[in-house]
């Protein structure tokens, strides 16, 4: 019913720069929150960063002051701007959001099919 794309992977040097977006589609009556998570090769999948439609954030403490997530809500895609990237921040991306939908006016969370972000000089 609803789904959800991302884009923006791919490898990059330490200290560089990357911006992931996920658009949301389907039977979307309003996106709650959306949220990025990553999983690294043999490790649990960890939240990187959140926000609420009304616009509040949260990060976790490893990307504190380095990566921005934004949305839009009128495109139902959000973004995360991530910089001084780290080879520690390489993971498999996924987007995550809670999504009210059309007909059945739950809350139902979705998950994207994950995109690859390698830092390595």
């Known amino acids: 019913q609803v789904q959800l794309v991302e884009s923006g992977g791919g490898l990059v040097q330490p200290g560089g720069s990357l911006r992931l977006s996920c658009a949301a589609s389907?039977?979307?009556?309003?996106?709650?929150?959306m949220r990025w998570y990553r999983q690294a090769p043999g490790q649990q999948r960890e939240l990187v960063a959140g926000?609420?439609?009304?616009?509040?954030?949260n990060y976790a403490d490893s990307v504190k002051g380095r990566f921005t997530i934004s949305r839009d809500n009128a495109k139902n895609t959000n973004y995360l701007q991530m910089n001084s990237l780290k080879p520690e921040d390489t993971a498999v991306y996924y987007c995550?959001?809670?999504?009210?939908?059309?007909?059945?006016?739950?809350?139902?969370?979705?998950w994207g099919q994950g995109t690859q972000v390698t830092v390595s000089s």
């Open positions: 995550n959001a809670d999504v009210l939908t059309i007909g059945t006016m739950l809350h139902t969370d979705y």
């Open positions: 926000i609420t439609s009304g616009g509040s954030t």
């Open positions: 389907g039977r979307i009556f309003r996106i709650l929150a």
